[in-house]
């Protein structure tokens, strides 16, 4: 929690903290809700959601009167979670329920934490005592092929590999394959996130669908964004979304960035939960997201 709460550090001095300093103001008029809605708009809460939670808790701090600190801390930490949906499935589809191994497809936009996302999922299921074999699909980017190796090396997880700027659905292919022969509980197959066009980046990750279901289900599909590109990582999200079946969000980078509110957006807008998020370079980086400890944490 201590972690969390040090890797959130820009998004709890401009949003959770500014929240507060406003919310306990002598009075609260017109000015003061203006700040507060300026402050969700910034941390990229989003439209919708920033006019709702504003509303709300202008409504209940009015009921309620008597504002003491202790009850604002409440109200707006309630607001919050119920702003990211406590109620979605954040459970990850990352173990095998039957024959052969789980698959995993992590896809996204380059530079979006694709890779890295991997090497810290694998060393996170590698902990709890899982075998994990790395499919090395994205055959475009001259370098991830080996970055992706290396964290597997790092954390204990064999890789599979193409030639560069070989056909990835035959990487996925051979991955999956290997992964069956061997065993594994999880492959967890990296992508090309080239988004040229969407009918390009379709019949790619389509390509890939189909040949990995020859073998078996995808269990899970991971959409990585980066949460520093704000609302406009959300455009190209969306396109993913649209083209592959995701079922969880990994939201990276988010120890480096005041948008912490992003979290909100992603979910309205995509309608799909955010399972994970990134805190950073380092192989331990990686957290289940938990609304509740989220808050609590952008609160101090
Ligand atoms: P890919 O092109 O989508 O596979 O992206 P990479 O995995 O190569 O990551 C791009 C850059 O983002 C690298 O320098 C990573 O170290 C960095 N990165 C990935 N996740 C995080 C994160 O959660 N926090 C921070 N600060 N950097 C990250």
Redesign the pocket.
């Known amino acids: 929690m201590q972690r969390l709460r040090a890797r959130l550090a820009r998004s709890q001095t401009s949003l959770g903290r500014g929240l507060l300093t406003v919310l306990s103001r002598e009075r609260l008029d017109d000015q003061a809700w203006e700040e507060i809605e300026e402050a969700l708009l910034t941390a990229d809460v989003g439209v919708r959601s920033t006019t709702e939670i504003v509303e709300r808790l202008r409504t209940r701090t009015q009921v309620l009167g008597t504002r003491s600190q202790g009850e604002l801390r409440a109200l707006l930490s309630e607001e919050l979670v119920a702003a990211l949906q406590p109620q979605m499935d954040r459970t990850l589809h990352t173990i095998s329920t039957g024959d052969g191994p789980a698959v995993v497809l992590v896809v996204?936009?380059?530079?979006?934490?694709?890779?890295?996302?991997?090497?810290?999922l694998a060393r996170v299921l590698v902990a709890d005592g899982r075998t994990v074999l790395l499919g090395a699909a994205?055959t475009f980017?001259a370098a991830?092929a080996d970055?992706l190796a290396t964290w597997g090396s790092r954390v204990g997880a064999s890789t599979v590999r193409g030639p560069e700027g070989g056909d990835p659905a035959s990487v996925a292919f051979e991955a999956v394959k290997a992964g069956w022969d061997a065993g594994v509980d999880t492959v967890l197959i990296?992508t090309a996130?080239r988004l040229h066009t969407k009918v390009g980046l379709m019949d790619e990750l389509g390509k890939v669908k189909r040949v990995v279901e020859k073998q078996g289900p995808i269990n899970e599909t991971l959409l990585?964004l980066?949460a520093t590109t704000g609302q406009n990582g959300l455009v190209q999200a969306r396109v993913f979304t649209e083209v592959a079946d995701v079922t969880g969000v990994v939201l990276?980078?988010?120890?480096?960035t005041a948008k912490g509110g992003i979290v909100i957006s992603v979910q309205r807008e995509l309608g799909v939960p955010v399972k994970l998020?990134?805190?950073?370079?380092g192989v331990d980086?990686?957290a289940p997201f938990d609304p509740e400890q989220f808050v609590d944490a952008l609160l101090g």
């Open positions: 996204g936009v380059n530079g979006t934490g694709k890779t890295t996302t991997c090497g810290k994205d980017r991830a970055q990296d996130g990585v980066d990276t980078k988010l120890d480096g998020i990134g805190l950073g370079e980086d990686l």
